[in-house]
């Protein structure tokens, strides 16, 4: 694991050499620089592997002393792609660009060394950032980058892709932060992304993110399987990104971790490139309340069973569409700003109603303000399911599972929370139990109810979890109420007479220099 301090340190001094860039085109520049450093680090430790093979007498694989084919021997591919290693041309490697760093020429040399790459590299082709060339960075800055981002050792860690992930996660947040409002559609942070993934439990099947931005639900997915002992081969990962820079980061995002994703370029609602693929799990964060998602043209889509969305709001599109993309035995994850489970406009309210009687609606979490970087907006987790009653867990089709996690959470900057991992597992410990047949659940109040249909009629099948679980109980000490009000008046009155004590001291002091007041 790579310190935070580290991470801090490198976020410092390659945000200092920003200077007036944008922090929208400057993230392109120094992720696409870290992703060519890892790859460029990880075929050159392959290299001192092949190097020590036939070097040595006694291996299979060892060959005459003659320089000119021992030289010859280190360039064969196959000693590269049969270990997944991408292959990385003498012109693209780190410390050849490394050594022309100071030239004028430099932004041009990394293009075309992303080129290289991508023309011996058919999974990376068309996914990497290509405007180092046209970079607005001054004389000299970009050679910086390069220098500072030398000072990643990928080659020197056990788990090379473990450390580039945690620099890739660590920067990719803090440029969310830096862009603000503007940017980080793309970004949602890693403790959000998983209670989404704990409440779901992806251990095996199809698991797919209709706008799926830097690809940290899949991450976090593969994550899940590993950390519970599970093959990540028994999943599949399945996504589409209508951004084509923000498609190009999840590309290198899971690529950094050798993670095999089928992640399509294209606008999801009007151009489905998994159009015949139906799916296990499904995780979203989709943009906040977007109003130009082309509804005009969608007013006949098949999408929408429980009624038509209102052009200027997309939420209930999403809710939909992700809906129609499950397998009969499938469940969804989706992040949503908390107006979707309130909304009376544009017949939003209907389209809840039906999709509530309908019994697809599972699990309500609200969650704690100033946990995403680049949206106050208040959310809300949305957790849906095809069919509840067949009989994979508990018949659940009478009943919404209501959480409140408001209250959880912790501050770690001036703006921002963040969940624990007790937050986190204590939402999911409480899905689980509710959901299983066998499930130790029990309501909490003020933080969890498992509410009847009839409940959520009767509060207009409005889905806040606020207005179901009731107040927290507070904790009785056993101290009278009067007893109480007596030691605070007491407390008061001690406080007030020592503030007269004091002004009469002041004013003794001030009249020692002239001042009568």
């Known amino acids: 694991m790579v310190s935070t301090e580290f991470k801090q340190t490198l976020w410092k001094s390659a945000d200092k050499l920003r200077a007036q860039m944008d922090a929208a085109e400057y993230k392109h520049l120094v992720l696409g620089l870290i992703f060519l450093k890892y790859i460029s680090d990880t075929f050159a430790k392959q290299q001192d592997k092949v190097r020590q093979m036939v070097s040595d007498p006694s291996s299979e694989y060892f060959i005459s002393e003659d320089p000119a084919e021992f030289a010859g021997e280190l360039e064969e591919r196959d000693y590269y792609t049969q270990d997944n290693v991408f292959w990385v041309p003498q012109e693209a490697r780190w410390e050849t660009l490394r050594s022309k ?43 910086e980058l390069v220098d500072l981002i030398s000072t990643i050792g990928f080659a020197d860690s056990e788990k090379s892709s473990d450390l580039l992930g945690e620099v890739y996660e660590y920067f990719l947040g803090q440029f969310a932060s830096a862009e603000g409002k503007k940017g980080g559609q793309f970004y949602t942070p890693s403790h959000v992304v998983k209670t989404l993934v704990a409440v779901l439990s992806p251990h095996n099947g199809r698991v797919y993110d209709p706008c799926c931005g830097s690809g940290g639900m899949f991450v976090q997915s593969e994550e899940f399987v590993k950390s519970h002992g599970g093959r990540v081969d028994d999943i599949s990962i399945y996504g589409q990104e209508s951004n084509p820079t923000t498609w190009r980061l999840a ?20 151009n489905d490139r998994h159009k015949d693929t139906q799916f296990d799990y499904a995780i979203m964060n989709p943009p906040f309340n977007v109003s130009d998602y082309g509804a005009e043209s969608m007013q006949d889509s098949h999408l929408w069973k429980y009624g038509v969305p209102p052009s200027g709001n997309a939420n209930y599109g999403w809710l939909q569409l992700v809906l129609n993309k ?33 019994g697809v609606v599972d699990c309500m979490v609200a969650l704690p303000t100033q946990l995403f970087f680049n ?17 994979k867990y508990r018949n659940r089709k009478d009943e919404i599972l209501f ?11 001036r703006k921002n929370k963040a969940f624990t991992d007790e937050d986190i597992a204590k939402i999911s410990d409480v899905y689980h139990n509710w959901r299983s047949v066998d499930g130790n659940y029990d309501d909490i109040q003020g933080f969890c109810k498992s509410a009847s249909l009839s409940e959520v009629e009767a ?9 179901y679980v009731g107040t927290e109980d507070i904790e009785d000490d056993g101290i009278l109420f009067e007893n109480k009000v007596a030691v605070i008046s007491e407390k008061l009155k001690s406080h007030f007479e020592e503030s007269i004590i004091l002004q009469e001291r002041i004013k003794v002091n001030l009249k020692k220099v002239g001042i009568d007041i």
């Open 101 to 143: 760093a100071k030239q004028p020429d430099i932004g041009s040399l990394i293009d075309s060394a992303m080129t290289a790459i991508e023309n011996e590299n058919s999974s990376l082709r068309g996914k990497l950032d290509k405007r180092f060339g046209r970079t607005e960075l001054g004389q000299g800055i970009l050679g």
């Open 251 to 270: 590309a290198m995002n899971l690529a950094i971790r050798g993670i095999d994703a089928k992640i399509e370029l294209g606008d999801t609602f009007h």
């Open 326 to 358: 499950l397998k009969p035995s499938g469940i969804a994850g989706i992040v949503l700003a908390n107006g979707s489970m309130t909304s009376n406009s544009g017949g939003e309210n209907e389209i809840r109603k039906q999709m509530i009687l309908d």
């Open 375 to 391: 949206t106050q907006i208040p959310a809300c987790l949305w957790f849906l399911a095809r069919n509840r009653t067949n009989g």
């Open 403 to 413: 959480i409140d996690a408001r209250k959880s959470g912790a501050l770690i900057s």
């Open 459 to 467: 509060n207009n099948y409005v889905l806040t979890p606020g207005r």
